[in-house]
């Protein structure tokens, strides 16, 4: 099956830096979503970007196919930031195979 | 905006004993999927659902594992005689273009 890497796996920012988080996929994948697991443990809904880019007020994502990476970009980070980012592609049958998560750490 | 709904949010049992973890998709949706999340790791597929049938199935589950969707409306995950390490967060989602998840049920294995 597909192999989903992302890195860093762990990031601690001061809050107002910026961060990039990436996400790379071992075969051609024809969409990719971005995930926030909150405190709670919900998985909240961040993009779904099979290519190009998107922008959502401080957060934006970039997917680049042909190259099997995605990046997602936070910028002026607040402490509800924190959480686990994950991203995640479909396999065969559209199940999602999820990366490892980049942990964050948002600091005040 | 919709949203796929879970019941319970946590489930504290016994180890051995059956439980039965209740999904109610977005309701145009027509691909259903659990997902399970050991404390700590990455999410992992399950099972999806199509057409009242699994569609596909990972090796995780195995025939302690059933899935069905009652009435229309409900999908349920029934794991017959749980283990210790069943301990987990279990989400449902479903899917029209992108995949909506629920918020999870916290299911833990005394």
């Known amino acids: 099956g597909i192999q989903v890497e992302q890195s860093p796996p762990d990031l601690i920012l001061q809050e107002g830096a910026n961060s990039t988080l990436r996400c790379n996929f071992s075969?051609?994948?024809?969409?990719l979503q971005w995930f926030h697991q909150n405190p709670w443990g919900q998985l909240i809904n961040l993009f779904y970007?099979?290519?190009g880019t998107k922008q959502n007020g401080r957060l934006s994502a970039t997917t680049v196919a042909t190259e099997r990476y995605s990046l997602l970009y936070i910028s002026s980070s607040q402490t509800t930031d924190s959480g686990v980012y994950f991203c995640?592609?479909?396999?065969?049958?559209?199940?999602?195979?999820f990366g490892g998560g980049t942990r964050l750490m948002v600091k005040p | 905006e919709p949203e796929v709904t879970q019941t319970p949010s946590h489930q504290v049992t016994q180890m051995g004993q059956e439980v039965i973890l209740r999904c109610v998709p977005i309701s145009n949706h027509l691909y259903f999927y659990w997902y399970r999340q050991i404390l700590g790791q990455k999410v992992e597929f399950l099972v999806s659902f199509y057409n009242n049938e699994i569609s596909e199935k990972s090796e995780i589950f195995d025939d302690q594992f059933s899935v069905e969707r009652p009435d229309g409306s409900n999908f349920t995950l029934k794991i017959r005689s749980t283990k210790l390490e069943d301990s987990a967060m279990y989400f449902c989602?479903?899917?029209?273009?992108?995949?909506?998840f629920g918020p999870g049920t916290r299911l833990l294995v005394l």
């Open positions: 989602a479903s899917i029209w273009e992108t995949q909506y």
């Open positions: 995640a592609v479909p396999d065969a049958g559209n199940m999602l195979t």
């Open positions: 075969d051609s994948v024809n969409n």
């Open positions: 970007i099979p290519s």
